[in-house]
């Protein structure tokens, strides 16, 4: 079977070369006797289709082919792809290992190739994600949903302050806005909190983490946040970079921190990304900090935003980039935006000033961040 494919995919390719080739030779003729400006545009559409071809071709004889002993994928040989990159693939474990002396220098080049791809790439939302209720993208400051530890779900204030509303007047307390039952006690939400951590929920690990490093447990916190990002928590990534680069409950150590600041961007958090241009304008790598300030503007951070304005009346940032990163921010902020929220918003301030003038207010806690030089 794999032999009958290739000779098809021969076949294509012969089709379309000799295609190419009679694009040319008419636009040629065409150009001869009429005077039809098609030549340049026709030998041009020839010279991609070829390197096109080209590199196909060459792609092609060496996926199907070992690249240490040149056998041939059949249909009792299987080859498997580099584990790191994608050029080239082995008959067998043996094979593999006698090729990595004249591969290694090939593989790593292209390993940090599609890394860049993949640290680069446009996240689709941010790693909060929607509120499962109203379904808008949650507001990048958690301030402004509240996780319930009965069904360990997080939920806009919004939609948190539109259902007190309703079940104050309508019933006289307050039930959970999502699975509808009523809110635990603090000792039954520790509980909850509990039997979620022994079911490895990330999210429920992530927030032990945090709760022991506000206590001063460094230690413990690492260890939290270490498996929660093993579980796959985006926001646990940002908080061991935190810790490696402070050295707060782990040995100080920038690569590490560095290693989970791009696991962080990656998985779609903004605050990470804005530190990771930061260390690059450090560095002196002032497109790479330019591009990450960019992705993070346009899932709504703020402070990437300040330093893109920054950059431009410096003569770093073209109009254009600033112009659609300026339009891409408010459309992310637009985007978490409704009614509910507004009201909420209102009552919260209102319950603030309320607070301060009884001198309750306490100070909010925040992590450090990298920031720029």
Same mark, same amino acid.
């Given at each position: 079977?794999?032999?009958?494919?290739?000779?098809?995919?021969?076949?294509?390719?012969c089709l379309a070369l000799v295609s190419s080739i009679a694009v040319l030779f008419l636009s040629l003729v065409l150009q001869?006797?009429?005077?039809?400006?098609?030549?340049?545009?026709?030998?041009?559409?020839?010279?991609?289709?070829?390197?096109?071809?080209?590199?196909?071709?060459?792609?092609?004889?060496?996926?199907?082919?070992?690249?240490?002993?040149?056998?041939?994928?059949?249909?009792?040989?299987?080859?498997?792809?580099?584990?790191?990159?994608?050029?080239?693939?082995?008959?067998?474990?043996?094979?593999? *290992?006698?090729?990595?002396? +004249?591969?290694?220098?090939? =593989?790593?080049? %292209? &390993? @940090? /190739? #599609?890394? !860049?791809?993949?640290?680069?790439?446009?996240?689709?939302?941010?790693?909060?994600?929607?509120?499962?209720?109203?379904?808008?993208?949650?507001?990048?400051?958690?301030?402004?949903?509240?996780?319930?530890?009965?069904?360990?779900?997080?939920?806009?204030?919004?939609?948190?302050?539109?259902?007190?509303?309703?079940?104050?007047?309508?019933?006289?307390?307050?039930?959970?806005?999502?699975?509808?039952?009523?809110?635990?006690?603090?000792?039954?939400?520790?509980?909850?909190?509990?039997?979620?951590?022994?079911?490895?929920?990330?999210?429920?690990?992530?927030?032990?983490?945090?709760?022991?490093? *506000?206590?001063?447990?460094? +230690?413990?916190?690492?260890? =939290?946040?270490? %498996? &929660? @990002? /093993? #579980?796959? !928590?985006?926001?646990?990534?940002?908080?061991?970079?935190?810790?490696?680069?402070?050295?707060?409950?782990?040995?100080k150590d920038e690569k590490r921190a560095m290693h989970h600041l791009k696991e962080a961007a990656i998985g779609g958090h903004?605050?990470?990304?804005?530190?990771?241009?930061?260390?690059?304008?450090?560095?002196?790598?002032?497109?790479?900090?330019?591009?990450?300030?960019?992705?993070?503007?346009?899932?709504?951070?703020?402070?990437?935003?300040?330093?893109?304005?920054?950059?431009?009346?410096?003569?770093?940032?073209?109009?254009?980039?600033?112009?659609?990163?300026?339009?891409?921010?408010?459309?992310?902020?637009?985007?978490?935006?409704?009614?509910q929220r507004e009201a909420a918003e209102t009552a919260s301030k209102a319950a603030e000033e309320y607070l301060r003038s009884?001198?309750?207010?306490?100070?909010?806690?925040?992590?450090?961040?990298?920031?720029?030089?």
């Open positions: 079977m794999s032999v009958d494919n290739t000779e098809a995919d021969d076949t294509m390719w001869r006797r009429f005077a039809l400006p098609a030549a340049s545009s026709a030998i041009s559409l020839f010279l991609q289709t070829a390197d096109m071809l080209r590199k196909s071709t060459t792609k092609k004889v060496a996926s199907s082919c070992c690249a240490a002993c040149g056998i041939a994928e059949v249909d009792d040989i299987t080859l498997k792809e580099c584990a790191t990159c994608d050029l080239v693939r082995y008959c067998s474990d043996t094979c593999q *290992k006698n090729h990595w002396p +004249q591969h290694k220098e090939a =593989c790593k080049k %292209r &390993a @940090a /190739e #599609l890394r !860049d791809e993949l640290l680069f790439k446009q996240p689709e939302s941010s790693h909060l994600g929607d509120c499962p209720i109203c379904c808008i993208p949650f507001h990048l400051d958690e301030s402004k949903s509240s996780l319930y530890s009965c069904c360990s779900k997080l939920v806009c204030r919004g939609c948190s302050h539109a259902n007190n509303i309703r079940e104050v007047v309508e019933r006289g307390w307050t039930k959970c806005p999502f699975c509808r039952q009523p809110l635990p006690t603090e000792e039954e939400s520790e509980k909850y909190s509990m039997k979620r951590v022994e079911a490895n929920d990330p999210y429920a690990i992530h927030r032990k983490g945090a709760e022991q490093y *506000k206590k001063g447990h460094y +230690q413990s916190a690492f260890e =939290c946040f270490t %498996r &929660a @990002a /093993e #579980l796959g !928590d985006v926001e646990a990534h940002f908080k061991l970079a935190l810790l490696y680069h402070n050295g707060r409950g782990v040995e903004p605050r990470a990304r804005y530190n990771l241009g930061c260390v690059e304008w450090n560095n002196g790598k002032t497109e790479r900090a330019v591009n990450h300030w960019i992705i993070a503007a346009t899932q709504g951070e703020d402070d990437s935003i300040k330093f893109l304005l920054e950059k431009f009346r410096s003569g770093i940032v073209s109009k254009d980039d600033l112009a659609a990163a300026l339009r891409a921010h408010q459309a992310a902020v637009d985007s978490a935006k409704s009614p009884q001198k309750m207010i306490q100070s909010n806690f925040s992590w450090r961040n990298f920031g720029a030089e």
